[in-house]
Every structure is written in structure tokens, then in C-alpha cells.
């Protein structure tokens, strides 16, 4: 290896990567699914990310306890990945500040993200990051914590393109549950569940925007969740319709279920990953100059394409070639 540049050395030179985030985002609002969501994310590892929910998960008038509750979870011996994140209120709650003030200080350094829910437009992003931001300085806090914003308002979908571009936010989320119901009934409630969801016109729009907006500013696109809890084959067509039709390379679950049916469809399959490692190891061994894999030609446009499939599929769980290893470096 001495000598050979490393794909993440040579092909994002001047840009950052692609954030290799895991396939599925867990949503526990109280400490007992907290609890068994770390349990199970000790057991299959850092797979998912579990978001402590500050916000639905909060009981009305107990915001600062529930806070303290999750702040403490965070900093437990069961955290061990460092892949739990936070649901703040929205900006229209009075507590929204709170959650920062008692979360940050406090549990900053373990926090994977913090989302952002019902923005309205990316003005109303720009406070609340800017909110955090002097948080953290105020805190001693080293490292900016990633955002995660929700596009649930018809003025956050209007601004999604701006409000992906803003500094420091790594993912856009699809909240349809409410964006469904901002159209006060002129879309039905099928659209909140399949096969609506991915054919109702408005949605559809919605969800290529997100995605698009996203992909475009180099933020990864979470689709929302699916309100299937028990039908394996329901869930995984709902993560294969999102990834597939739509771009999505994220998904919110809802409950332990649903889980692994949509890592099992986000995952790269084997043979891409292993297809993935053998041209780019030509292509160190080469300088990362043109190579010809299986009479195909390849340079950095593809080199660029497998290196980022590599990366989701150690993000995903996929059991790659031992060689593999020799492509990343110790923070990859």
C-alpha cells in the first residue's frame, strides 16, 4: 500500500464526499423504545441510526425532562456506535431553544445529528442552525453538529433547493404525514400510505424535488416512513419503490420490524460491491488513470460512482472483500 492513493485522496479533490449515512433512520421517542432501540443496534451494529424524538415524543409540559432523559441516553455505556441523533421542536414551540440549551452542552459530543422539524422556509433553517451553532461555540463544543432538516411545509418544498445548499445540513427528510395535511383534504389519506404515496401527483412532485434538491447539493434524500408494522413484503416494496423510482437513499422507520426489510433493499448488492472493489483497486494500482475492467473502460467518472457504493455498502452492513479494506483510510 505504500505509495497508493486512497479513492477518498483523489477523486473529491476541491468538493466534499458524499455523506455515507446508514440506510435506515429509527425513530424512539420514549426511554424504553430508546432503550431497545439501542439494544438492537448493539446486536446488528451501526446499521441504523436511532433520533431521539424531543418533539412527539416530548409530553406537553415535561419538554425539559424528557430532554434530560434523552441527554442521558445519549451519554450511556449502551451508545456505543455514537449513531443516535435528536428531534428537536419545531421553530414555532416555545421549547425548541430549550432542547439545544439542555441537549448541546451537555451530550454535544455524542450526538450524531440534530433534526430540524416544520421549517418553513430556509430562513427559519438559517435561525436554527445559526441557534445551534452559537450553542456549541458557547458550549466549548469542537465539532458542529450535522443537521438534518424536515421538508413537511409547502414553503420548506417551495425552498428546499436553498435549504439544501445550507452549510451544514447532511440530510433533506420527507415528512408526508404532514405535508399531506397541509393540503387541508385536497389530497385524500390514501396518499399517506402505498400505493398513493408514490402515485398522487402533488406527492410525487414532492418527493422528486427532495430528492433532487438534495442529491444536487451533495445531501443525502430520507424518505418518509412506511405505515406498514408487520407486512415484511409491504415495507420492503415501499424502500424499493423510494430507492429505486425516486432517489432515496434513506428511510425512516417507525418501528423495530421495519428495519431490516429496508436495509435489505437500500444495500448494495454483493455482486455490485464486489464488481465495485476490483475495478477500483485496478484503478489504484493504476494511478487512478483509465483501466479496462471486463472489456469495459473506466476513469474517475466511475471510479467516482463505485468508491461512493463502496462507502454506503460498509454504511449498510454488506460484507465486502477483505481487499477492500486496503481502499479506505483509518477515518473512512
Same mark, same amino acid.
Given at each position: 500500500?505504500?505509495?497508493?492513493?486512497?479513492?477518498?485522496?483523489?477523486?473529491?479533490?476541491?468538493?466534499?464526499?458524499?455523506?455515507?449515512?446508514?440506510? /435506515?433512520?429509527?425513530?424512539? $421517542?420514549?426511554?424504553?423504545?430508546?432503550?431497545?432501540?439501542?439494544?438492537?443496534?448493539?446486536?446488528?451494529?451501526?446499521?441504523?441510526?436511532?433520533?431521539?424524538?424531543?418533539?412527539?415524543?416530548?409530553?406537553?409540559?415535561?419538554?425539559?425532562?424528557? %430532554?434530560?432523559?434523552? %441527554?442521558?441516553?445519549?451519554?450511556?455505556?449502551?451508545? !456505543?456506535? $455514537?449513531?443516535?441523533? /435528536?428531534?428537536?421542536?419545531?421553530?414555532?414551540? @416555545?421549547?425548541?431553544?430549550?432542547?439545544?440549551?439542555?441537549?448541546?452542552?451537555?451530550?454535544?459530543? !455524542?450526538?450524531?445529528?440534530?433534526?430540524?422539524?416544520?421549517?418553513?422556509?430556509?430562513?427559519?433553517?438559517?435561525?436554527?442552525?445559526?441557534?445551534? !451553532?452559537?450553542?456549541?461555540?458557547?458550549?466549548?463544543?469542537?465539532? @458542529?453538529? @450535522?443537521?438534518?432538516?424536515?421538508?413537511?411545509?409547502?414553503?420548506? =418544498?417551495?425552498?428546499?433547493?436553498?435549504?439544501?445548499?445550507?452549510?451544514?445540513?447532511?440530510?433533506?427528510?420527507?415528512?408526508?404525514?404532514?405535508? /399531506?395535511?397541509?393540503?387541508? $383534504?385536497?389530497?385524500?389519506?390514501?396518499?399517506?400510505?402505498?400505493?398513493?404515496?408514490?402515485?398522487?401527483?402533488?406527492?410525487?412532485?414532492?418527493?422528486?424535488?427532495?430528492?433532487?434538491?438534495?442529491?444536487?447539493?451533495?445531501?443525502?434524500?430520507?424518505?418518509? /416512513?412506511?405505515?406498514?408494522?408487520?407486512?415484511?413484503?409491504?415495507?420492503?416494496?415501499?424502500? !424499493?419503490?423510494?430507492?429505486?423510482?425516486?432517489?432515496?437513499?434513506?428511510?425512516?422507520?417507525?418501528?423495530?420490524?421495519?428495519?431490516?426489510?429496508?436495509?435489505? #433493499?437500500?444495500?448494495?448488492?454483493?455482486?455490485?460491491?464486489?464488481?465495485?472493489?476490483?475495478?477500483?483497486?485496478?484503478?489504484?494500482?493504476?494511478?487512478?488513470?483509465?483501466?479496462?475492467?471486463?472489456?469495459? =473502460?473506466?476513469?474517475?467518472?466511475?471510479?467516482?460512482?463505485?468508491?461512493?457504493?463502496?462507502?454506503?455498502?460498509? %454504511?449498510?452492513? #454488506?460484507?465486502?472483500?477483505?481487499?477492500?479494506?486496503?481502499?479506505?483510510? @483509518?477515518?473512512?
Amino acid at each position: 500500500m505504500s505509495g497508493l492513493k486512497r479513492p477518498d485522496e483523489v477523486l473529491f479533490e476541491g468538493e466534499a464526499p458524499f455523506p455515507a449515512l446508514p440506510a /435506515v433512520d429509527h425513530y424512539a $421517542g420514549s426511554e424504553k423504545l430508546i432503550r431497545k432501540a439501542l439494544a438492537l443496534q448493539n446486536d446488528m451494529g451501526p446499521v441504523f441510526d436511532i433520533t431521539c424524538d424531543c418533539e412527539d415524543g416530548a409530553p406537553t409540559g415535561a419538554e425539559s425532562e424528557h %430532554a434530560q432523559m434523552v %441527554a442521558s441516553l445519549i451519554l450511556d455505556g449502551d451508545n !456505543r456506535f $455514537g449513531r443516535v441523533g /435528536v428531534r428537536i421542536h419545531d421553530i414555532t414551540h @416555545p421549547h425548541w431553544v430549550d432542547d439545544l440549551e439542555l441537549l448541546v452542552p451537555r451530550a454535544g459530543e !455524542r450526538i450524531a445529528f440534530v433534526t430540524l422539524p416544520k421549517v418553513r422556509s430556509a430562513k427559519d433553517a438559517c435561525l436554527q442552525i445559526d441557534t445551534l !451553532r452559537k450553542i456549541e461555540a458557547s458550549a466549548g463544543q469542537s465539532r @458542529p453538529l @450535522p443537521v438534518h432538516v424536515l421538508i413537511e411545509t409547502h414553503g420548506a =418544498l417551495r425552498e428546499v433547493w436553498d435549504i439544501a445548499a445550507l452549510a451544514g445540513v447532511e440530510s433533506i427528510d420527507f415528512g408526508l404525514m404532514d405535508f /399531506v395535511s397541509a393540503h387541508h $383534504g385536497a389530497i385524500g389519506a390514501d396518499a399517506m400510505r402505498s400505493p398513493g404515496q408514490f402515485t398522487h401527483p402533488l406527492v410525487v412532485r414532492a418527493k422528486c424535488e427532495i430528492a433532487a434538491a438534495a442529491l444536487a447539493n451533495g445531501v443525502v434524500p430520507s424518505h418518509n /416512513v412506511t405505515t406498514e408494522l408487520r407486512d415484511l413484503e409491504v415495507i420492503r416494496s415501499d424502500a !424499493r419503490r423510494a430507492r429505486r423510482e425516486f432517489g432515496f437513499m434513506r428511510m425512516w422507520s417507525i418501528h423495530p420490524n421495519q428495519i431490516r426489510p429496508i436495509i435489505e #433493499v437500500m444495500q448494495p448488492d454483493f455482486a455490485e460491491v464486489q464488481d465495485a472493489t476490483e475495478i477500483l483497486l485496478a484503478a489504484q494500482a493504476a494511478d487512478w488513470g483509465p483501466i479496462r475492467h471486463r472489456e469495459r =473502460l473506466h476513469d474517475r467518472a466511475s471510479y467516482r460512482y463505485y468508491w461512493e457504493l463502496l462507502r454506503r455498502a460498509r %454504511a449498510t452492513g #454488506v460484507d465486502a472483500p477483505p481487499e477492500a479494506s486496503n481502499l479506505f483510510g @483509518p477515518t473512512n
